[in-house]
């Protein structure tokens, strides 16, 4: 293909941005090279479920090259990128140079930990599996070493799991973390009690849920409590050591397990690009979604930088989706010397959930909660997650966690000396080494 | 439970050996306390599957506190075992000391690479769920840097896998990469061509499957030269430098994978017991499955050393399963102060798979080939499977693989620096550091 005379459109990232944007070029006289350092398609919305223990890794990633398999015009490449030379049109990756007529530069975000070098060290993320699967690692081993444990001041600090970031992320962890421990993890440890374990979900702001209508807001926050989640407002983290959570006010609160959904940023790649960058390190795009200087460059998803009504755009699959097939589109009008399209961001609404027969939904200008906000949910997801397999061992495991009240995946997966000493995370079980899957 | 004067029956192991054990003492008068490093009982026999991209590690891998949640008289304990002391009945973990009135040693085994540094430093072993993901990342890889490569010599050596031992494991992990590579990747990558691609078993042997009845041997060899597998004999690998595969023939093969399923041996904790040990450092236990000197103390699975009609008993869960169900009764029948049972070993027949339809099965005097083995592998291996999940999990994507010809869970889970340099597989891809699931 190397020596067709069409012009190449270079797409980096597989997420729902790049998946889509390629997608939408299946058809067209292009030759397009799907880049990636992963060689999979990663469903980011379920990613708290696999770090709970509900899924395995495997449910929520698909092959890139099943995805494509059909798509003549396209090649995937698992490489790194090290470098972009826009001027070029050239990118450099660790499997070699690559040239573009168009580049797409769909890389998502990474977590953000605002500076704080203990929080980045001990704190465990959540953005991609191995993240994930340590997190799931580090609450089942907790709850090991606590089942062995004669202190009681050490067992309470070890069964205290502190989620920060009152977003999406954290209220679907925080939620998802309190049924995993009060309906499955308790049953397993009969010589353990409730009242040793505490959950924080911890909120600078002063409401969960950023975006979201206010009595959605309020409902969320009230459901976590009823599951025994600590909602706090107003607390800021200023470290973790791996044995204390410190905050703004002083306060101190002894724990391991700190899970850390406050901020996310634009991948870093984007900082090498010498362009304008906006909030959150994310590239400021025209309504076009190129770039001002370069309008043959795309930045769409995560990564860009676009206000909607006032605000940016939120980091969004729907958001990323809606890009990816609009630069389709706008490539395609630039090589028929067409004017491009300005992006319209169509709103779908948010879900998010809180647990069982619970969750917030914003839809079609309705506010709706509890049940039929989580079958919503169900279905969506469902419906988004790519595959038949895995929409189907996902509704498997959903159906045999609701009605079981259990979670199948409980696996520690990290070799390590024992007895696991705080602090010393790094060893065996370091950040991102437990390779998922 | 620890201050109740019932006797203390301390398990090592949560294998098939310990599990059975654990399960028949359910009723009995005594306080069970069973010790593992890992949190889960793993169904090794499907191990390969996971290895080649077929399964989820969370498919094979059973919770074990879930498994005995409701039998009281058991207590689980994930430790390390650092010391036995036989004399004292004591037991050091890395989360303190055990005494015990009776002691199950059920450890298992592990992979024996007789001594070559170089296979062990390079080479894949396949005991365990890290090591099942290191190779399923390690083939995925393989053909990720050779459709990069441009060097016709180096594609064919990127793409060449090398299997050593002609063993029930050996057989199915050559004839499952065979299906993986040829049903599966070679859709994945067009640029490749499946004449590059060699798949290599080495046995040192004569024959295949040593135990199964000759012409099923036969069978085994003919059906994986039928999928294109060079099946060789005579061959002895005596090193491994990460790039070139070394034979006792001075034969070189060129290749960055190799998969050691030649030796195992009992695990190591055995060789510090100072009591006697046979062939592959199995120790050797009296008819009733007991030490001679320690007549409360138990052996048994793979770690025990036991003859069956002049042969020493297979590695097979068969033998750990009666044997765990024999000591259960034999510490009753001690309790009891009733003579102690001989163990009958009641041979169920074997089973092995070489791929679609193909299977090799010597049951009730009967040999069976093709489908009717094959399905009959697949029932026996559904039924064997703990957890209802896991079977309707398994059966599903047993079921994807056979009619849509695919492999769900072919994705690359170690984060490493990209292009990756042979010999170098400790850096980001370190052995069993590729913590599964």
Do not use: C
């Amino acid at each position: 293909m190397a020596d067709t005379p069409s012009p190449h459109v270079l797409i980096l990232g597989a997420g729902f941005g790049g998946l889509n944007a390629a997608r939408a070029l299946r058809e067209a006289p292009v030759r397009i090279t799907l880049v990636d350092r992963k060689n999979y398609h990663l469903f980011q919305p379920l990613l708290y479920q696999v770090a709970t223990s509900g899924l395995s890794p495997g449910d929520i990633a698909f092959p890139a090259r099943a995805i494509f398999r059909n798509q003549k015009n396209l090649t995937f490449r698992m490489s790194e990128v090290q470098h972009i030379d826009l001027a070029q049109k050239r990118l450099d990756t660790s499997t070699g140079a690559l040239t573009f007529d168009y580049l797409i530069l769909a890389a998502g975000s990474e977590t953000s930990y605002f500076g704080m070098q203990s929080v980045q060290e001990n704190g465990l993320g959540l953005k991609d599996l191995d993240e994930a699967v340590s997190i799931r690692n580090r609450v089942l081993r907790m709850f090991e070493l606590a089942a062995q444990e004669p202190d009681p001041e050490k067992r309470r600090a070890l069964l205290t799991f502190v989620v920060v970031g009152g977003g999406p992320t954290g209220v679907e962890s925080a939620g998802a973390l309190s049924e995993l421990i009060r309906l499955v993890l308790i049953k397993d440890y009969p010589q353990l009690s409730l009242k040793d374990v505490r959950i924080l979900l911890l909120e600078a702001a002063d409401r969960l849920l950023g975006g979201f209508p206010a009595p959605l807001q309020e409902y969320a926050s009230e459901t976590l409590w009823r599951k025994h989640v600590e909602v706090r407002f107003g607390a800021s983290v200023t470290g973790f050591d791996g044995e204390r959570v410190t905050l703004k006010s002083e306060e101190v609160i002894p724990s391991q397990t700190l899970i850390w959904a406050a901020g996310v940023r634009a991948a870093r790649i984007m900082d090498r690009l010498g362009v304008r960058q906006s909030r959150q390190n994310r590239v400021v795009v025209t309504e076009l979604l190129n770039l001002p200087d370069h309008p043959t460059v795309f930045v769409i998803g995560d990564a860009a930088y676009l206000e909607h009504e006032g605000q940016p755009l939120p980091m969004m699959a729907p958001v990323a989706i809606q890009q990816g097939q609009t630069t389709a589109r706008n490539i395609l009008h630039h090589l028929r010397g067409e004017p491009l399209e300005t992006f319209v961001y169509k709103d779908p609404g948010s879900l998010a959930t809180i647990g069982r027969n619970a969750a917030v939904a914003r839809l079609w200008g309705l506010k709706l909660t509890g049940f039929l906000a989580w079958a919503m949910w169900l279905g969506v997801h469902l419906l988004w997650l790519v595959g038949f397999r895995n929409k189907l061992v996902v509704l498997i495991n959903w159906a045999w966690d609701y009605f079981f009240y259990d979670r199948g995946i409980r696996l520690i997966t990290a070799q390590q000396k024992w007895p696991w000493t705080p602090g010393k995370a790094s060893e065996g079980e370091t950040k991102g080494r437990e390779l998922g899957l």
